[in-house]
């Protein structure tokens, strides 16, 4: 429930929606989150994170910028790549999205879910990415196997050649 203030630059007073009755805040304060990763659970505390509060009943809400914080020190807590970091690694290197994604042996939907953060990779899809985005030798490799596969699709009879990857 919102009451209008007098002054129309003021800033509108927010009361608690659990309570009914108390006021909310923005505050910095250390939150302890838990999270699970692929069936583990794991607990971070992220120190001074921007909460609302009410001063009533202590109910918080977490904000856009709470969540995306939250979100970096799960994949900080866990030592994987940032989605920004996959991002501008392949850029760095001149990968398009499908070109990385075919090294991978992943679909290019999956890598942009990864570069926007969507959905977190798995640790051995992590570690393939690291080798493949810091390693040339590795991307030459990568390749190479992709050219085999294709090769070797090609020559079978019993494969129809309607869907060969590009």
Not at 69 to 88: C, F, G, K, M
Not at 118 to 132: E, G, V, Y
Request: proline share 4%; with cysteine.
């Amino acid at each position: 429930m919102q009451r209008i203030p007098r002054n129309p630059r003021a800033k509108p007073i927010v009361t608690c929606l659990d309570c009914g009755a108390g006021r909310l805040r923005s505050v910095r304060d250390d939150y302890e989150h838990h999270f699970v990763y692929e069936g583990r659970k794991y607990r971070v505390t992220v120190r001074q994170l921007p909460i609302t509060k009410c001063g009533r009943c202590g109910e918080i809400s977490l904000g856009q910028e709470a969540l995306a914080v939250l979100l970096e020190a799960e994949y900080r807590h866990l030592d994987l790549l940032l989605p920004r970091e996959i991002t501008s690694a392949r850029q760095r290197i001149g990968l398009s999205q499908r070109k990385c994604a075919q090294l991978l042996g992943t679909g290019v939907a999956t890598l942009s879910r990864w570069e926007k953060g969507h959905i977190r990779q798995s640790r051995s899809m992590d570690n393939l990415l690291r080798m493949a985005l810091e390693d040339e030798g590795c991307r030459k490799h990568l390749e190479g196997i992709r050219l085999r596969a294709l090769r070797r699709r090609r020559s079978d009879p019993a494969w129809s050649g309607s869907k060969t990857p590009r």
